[in-house]
């Protein structure tokens, strides 16, 4: 999920707010693109500053889980017995006689 959160009710949003979102929004893509391939991270979190520096809003990225993936328990690559040869001793997995 990504959410951006910007308060609106300051100067610098008057005359035009919808340039003052714009160029907030395009310093924030600006940002994140750069800090990505300059520290080789991904940024997370950060605030949001009007033209005259003052602190107007929070952005916040937070990863989506891993999709889970359904297998047949009975696949032999990827099924039960599979995940019990991975973990179990093979002489767990031995049949008794």
């Known amino acids: 999920m ?6 609106t009710t300051n100067a610098a949003f008057e005359d035009a707010p919808e340039d003052e ?11 994140i693109a750069q800090w990505s391939l300059q520290s080789g991270r991904q940024v997370y979190q950060g605030v949001l500053r009007d ?3 003052n ?3 929070t952005w916040q990225y937070t ?3 891993e999709p889970i993936e359904f297998v047949d328990v009975n696949d032999p690559e990827k099924g039960m017995m599979a995940f019990l040869r991975q973990t179990l001793n093979p002489e767990d997995l031995e049949e008794e006689s």
């Open 21 to 31: 979102i714009t160029r907030i929004l395009r310093d924030l893509a600006d940002y």
């Open 55 to 57: 602190t107007v809003g």
């Open 51 to 53: 033209i005259n520096g």
């Open 63 to 65: 990863p989506e889980e």
């Open 2 to 7: 990504f959410r951006i959160e910007i308060e």
